[in-house]
Nanobody, 120 residues
């Protein structure tokens, strides 16, 4: 059974930094990507960033230049370094694992979420 355990959230002032971690275990399939999503109160969950098996990284425009996704394969851990945080970054952050489904890479497993709150 896949387990994704997110941690590292907290409360910071605008301009501050946080590093989220996601410890992964129990995979019965090869992932095609790992990613971070977030959901603010009253809004839909949105994709933030992903990293593919070849190391390619992708970011939502609003976080480009501020957030950095990385992974440590030896530790089976995914990270999201978040710098220059803004109040609009306040949300519950989720890590996720994707598996290949036909031609698509579909996010199939989710962590429990870690709260990030940025005050102005």
């Amino acid at each position: 059974q896949v387990q994704l355990v997110g941690s590292g959230g907290g409360s910071v002032q605008a301009g501050g930094s946080l590093r989220l971690s996601c410890a992964a275990s129990g995979f019965t399939y090869s992932t095609c990507a790992m990613g971070w999503f977030r959901q603010a109160a009253g809004k839909q969950r949105e994709w933030i960033s992903s990293i593919e098996t070849d190391g390619s990284t992708y970011y939502r425009d609003s976080v480009k230049g501020r957030f950095t996704i990385s992974q440590d394969n030896a530790k089976n851990t995914l990270y999201l370094q978040m710098n220059t945080l803004k109040p609009e970054d306040t949300a519950m952050y989720y890590c996720a694992a994707a598996r290949r489904t036909g031609r698509d890479c579909v996010y199939n497993d989710w962590g429990q979420g870690t709260q990030v709150t940025v005050s102005s």
